[in-house]
């Protein structure tokens, strides 16, 4: 069972590199002329904080995603390799 627990933390490992390195690349290839392509995307999550006020404490919760093409194109890449390892 531990040999399964640690495929599916590489897996998730080899997955979050290529969301990584994929929004990277599409970030910087967006000011391409002909790879503008890559850098298409969208925002997904909280456009604006959620705030709890507890008046002892305050919590401000937030998360947002951009999702690209080259973000994508990473995923599958890290799939292949993961595949192959």
Do not use: H
């Not at 392509?37 to 959620?50: A, M």
């Amino acid at each position: 069972m531990a040999t399964r627990d640690k495929n599916v933390w590489i897996l998730i490992l080899f997955i979050l590199a290529g969301i990584v390195v994929g929004g990277l690349i599409g970030e910087f290839a967006s000011g391409v002329d002909f790879l503008w392509w890559l850098g298409y995307g969208k925002n997904f999550g909280l456009t604006e904080p959620l705030i709890l006020d507890l008046s002892i404490i305050t919590l401000t919760l937030g998360a947002q995603f951009k999702i690209n093409i080259a973000s994508i194109i990473g995923i599958a890449i890290a799939l292949f390799i993961y595949r192959k390892t």
